[in-house]
Structures are given as structure tokens and as C-alpha cells.
């Protein structure tokens, strides 16, 4: 197409980039293109921070996964409102969607928690579930794994996270990892064997983390325990709609963390330590001032 960059990205916008692999963010103006018949315009009121984020900014995938190019923007759970007239695209593709329209700080790990228990008929009560990490997204899993009657253990290399799992969050049971290489968080390089020795016949381990490296996968006890191993990620406008609508009838919310736009490198500074409980959500709407 031709014409100058205003005239192709007429649409002024500004917020946080990644210059290069070192991660650190700091404002950055940008333009999009003009808004068109079947687009949607979002005010971004609340961004949570997942540890996606960091790998993104940080280009920890690669080429494996998804190779970053900079400036590099992250940002994938948010909460916003629409600024733009919506009745062009319900005309177009008639679907709901009032499920993402809120001027509350909301989490959606909730729907990354919540739609693996489901999809995978692992929402019946009296099932067994084991959360590996208790972090944004394992402390939602274990709200919602409660809330289909599942007894629930957590597993993890902290012993000082017992008290918080069981009496707090509402697990049956909690089980230390002894070496803290054999078992860690499901954003990390971790072992899969010991975990899947802790599968009964026709189990099933299911990923919602993305570690930076490659897991090695050992394939002859899924054959000799009929065990699997499976994958899950964001739900679409259904299952997301279904997870608001059962997370209210069960009261299940996120723990989050407000914290302001500035503070961001702080944040992941934190997140990499593993210190917060159990999510960020920066306050876009009250504190991203543009330059």
C-alpha cells in the first residue's frame, strides 16, 4: 500500500515496550491503523502481568515458539472497555461479547485454570486433582478444582506454602517435592516423570505453563499406565462466558496485586522471584500517563 506511515497508521497510541532481550520496559509512542467496519477500539483500564510476559519480552521461546522482535509490547490479559460503537460487529458475527467489558480489575488465568478441569472431563466430584506451583495460575485452579468437588492436592518445593494451600485456599493436601529440581513451577524446565509416577492408570497431566526450553517427554510409562499427556490454553468467548458465569455462582476471584504503571519493572523483577501472591494487574486506567 502506499501513502506515508501516518496516512497507513493514523492511530495514535501509546504504552510500555521492550527494547531489546535485556527485558527492561519504558514508554513507547506507536501508531496503529484507522479502526475498520469489523474492528473493535478498547480503552485498557487493568493489565494483569502473566509470566508469559517475561519470557515474551525477554525472547526466552525463540524460534521454537514465538521468536520476539522489538520493541515488543507484552500484554495478554487485560480488562477494558469499548470506545467504539459495537453494532457492526454484532450485525457481522453475532456473538457475546459483554463478557470482557468491565471496569474492574480482572484475571483471566481463571480461564486458563478453569477450562482444562473441564474440557478434560476432569470436573466430576470425587476426582483427584494435583496442581503443580501455586502461582497465578495454580491458585485459581485449585479455587475452581474446590468448586467442581474435586479433592485437590498441591505439589510443591515450599514447604512455607502449606498453610496458605490447605488452610487458605481450601486443598485437601499438600506434597513437598524433597529435591527442588525434580518438581517446580509449571512456567519453568521441570521433569516430567516424577510427575506422571504420580498418576494413576489413565491419568492425566495436563500443561497450561510454557517453559523457555523443550520438556523431554518419556513415553513408555504413558504406555504402561495408559496415562496422558495434554495441553491447554486460553478458552474463546463460550468457555470464557461460562467461567465468569460459574465463577460468580461460586464466588472464585483472583488474588491480585494492583500495583502502578511505573512500578512494571519492579513487578517482573518480583515475578521472577517467584514474589508475588499471586498476580500483578497494573492500573493502566489511573496511571498510564502518555509522554
Same mark, same amino acid.
Given at each position: 500500500?502506499?501513502?506515508?506511515?501516518?496516512?497507513?497508521?493514523?492511530? %495514535?497510541?501509546?504504552?510500555?515496550?521492550?527494547?531489546?532481550?535485556?527485558?527492561?520496559?519504558?514508554?513507547?509512542?506507536?501508531?496503529?491503523?484507522?479502526?475498520?467496519?469489523?474492528?473493535?477500539?478498547?480503552?485498557?483500564?487493568?493489565?494483569?502481568?502473566?509470566?508469559?510476559?517475561?519470557?515474551?519480552?525477554?525472547?526466552?521461546?525463540?524460534?521454537?515458539?514465538?521468536?520476539?522482535?522489538?520493541?515488543?509490547?507484552?500484554?495478554?490479559?487485560?480488562?477494558?472497555?469499548?470506545?467504539?460503537?459495537?453494532?457492526?460487529?454484532?450485525?457481522?458475527?453475532?456473538?457475546?461479547?459483554?463478557?470482557?467489558?468491565?471496569?474492574?480489575?480482572?484475571?483471566?488465568?481463571?480461564?486458563?485454570?478453569?477450562?482444562?478441569?473441564?474440557?478434560?472431563?476432569?470436573?466430576?466430584?470425587?476426582?483427584?486433582?494435583?496442581?503443580?506451583?501455586?502461582?497465578?495460575?495454580?491458585?485459581?485452579?485449585?479455587?475452581?478444582?474446590?468448586?467442581?468437588?474435586?479433592?485437590?492436592?498441591?505439589?510443591?518445593?515450599?514447604?512455607?506454602?502449606?498453610?496458605?494451600?490447605?488452610?487458605?485456599?481450601?486443598?485437601?493436601?499438600?506434597?513437598?517435592?524433597?529435591?527442588?529440581?525434580?518438581?517446580?513451577?509449571?512456567?519453568?524446565?521441570?521433569?516430567?516423570?516424577?510427575?506422571?509416577?504420580?498418576?494413576?492408570?489413565?491419568?492425566?497431566?495436563?500443561?497450561?505453563?510454557?517453559?523457555? %526450553?523443550?520438556?523431554?517427554?518419556?513415553?513408555?510409562?504413558?504406555?504402561?499406565?495408559?496415562?496422558?499427556?495434554?495441553?491447554?490454553?486460553?478458552?474463546?468467548?463460550?468457555?470464557?462466558?461460562?467461567?465468569?458465569?460459574?465463577?460468580?455462582?461460586?464466588?472464585?476471584?483472583?488474588?491480585?496485586?494492583?500495583?502502578?504503571?511505573?512500578?512494571?519493572?519492579?513487578?517482573?523483577?518480583?515475578?521472577?522471584?517467584?514474589?508475588?501472591?499471586?498476580?500483578?494487574?497494573?492500573?493502566?486506567?489511573?496511571?498510564?500517563?502518555?509522554?
Amino acid at each position: 500500500m502506499g501513502g506515508t506511515p501516518e496516512d497507513v497508521h493514523p492511530q %495514535k497510541a501509546f504504552g510500555w515496550a521492550a527494547r531489546d532481550s535485556s527485558g527492561v520496559l519504558s514508554p513507547f509512542n506507536f501508531s496503529r491503523r484507522a479502526t475498520g467496519d469489523l474492528d473493535v477500539t478498547f480503552k485498557v483500564l487493568y493489565v494483569g502481568i502473566c509470566h508469559s510476559d517475561l519470557h515474551f519480552i525477554k525472547n526466552e521461546w525463540g524460534a521454537d515458539f514465538i521468536s520476539s522482535s522489538y520493541p515488543a509490547v507484552p500484554g495478554v490479559v487485560y480488562s477494558e472497555k469499548p470506545i467504539k460503537d459495537l453494532s457492526v460487529v454484532y450485525s457481522e458475527k453475532p456473538k457475546d461479547l459483554s463478557v470482557v467489558y468491565s471496569e474492574r480489575p480482572k484475571d483471566l488465568s481463571v480461564v486458563y485454570s478453569k477450562r482444562p478441569i473441564k474440557d478434560l472431563s476432569l470436573d466430576k466430584p470425587g476426582l483427584h486433582i494435583g496442581v503443580v506451583g501455586l502461582g497465578g495460575l495454580g491458585h485459581m485452579a485449585v479455587k475452581f478444582a474446590k468448586a467442581f468437588g474435586a479433592k485437590v492436592t498441591v505439589i510443591s518445593t515450599s514447604p512455607n506454602k502449606k498453610e496458605e494451600a490447605v488452610n487458605r485456599l481450601g486443598a485437601d493436601s499438600f506434597f513437598i517435592s524433597r529435591d527442588p529440581e525434580q518438581i517446580q513451577t509449571v512456567s519453568a524446565v521441570h521433569p516430567l516423570l516424577p510427575l506422571i509416577g504420580l498418576l494413576k492408570t489413565e491419568g492425566k497431566l495436563i500443561m497450561v505453563g510454557a517453559p523457555d %526450553k523443550p520438556l523431554e517427554l518419556p513415553v513408555l510409562p504413558l504406555l504402561l499406565g495408559r496415562k496422558m499427556v495434554a495441553g491447554s490454553g486460553i478458552g474463546g468467548m463460550k468457555e470464557t462466558q461460562e467461567m465468569i458465569n460459574f465463577a460468580a455462582k461460586h464466588n472464585i476471584k483472583a488474588d491480585i496485586e494492583i500495583i502502578p504503571m511505573d512500578y512494571v519493572n519492579t513487578a517482573m523483577d518480583r515475578l521472577l522471584k517467584v514474589d508475588v501472591r499471586y498476580r500483578f494487574v497494573i492500573d493502566i486506567g489511573n496511571t498510564l500517563k502518555a509522554t
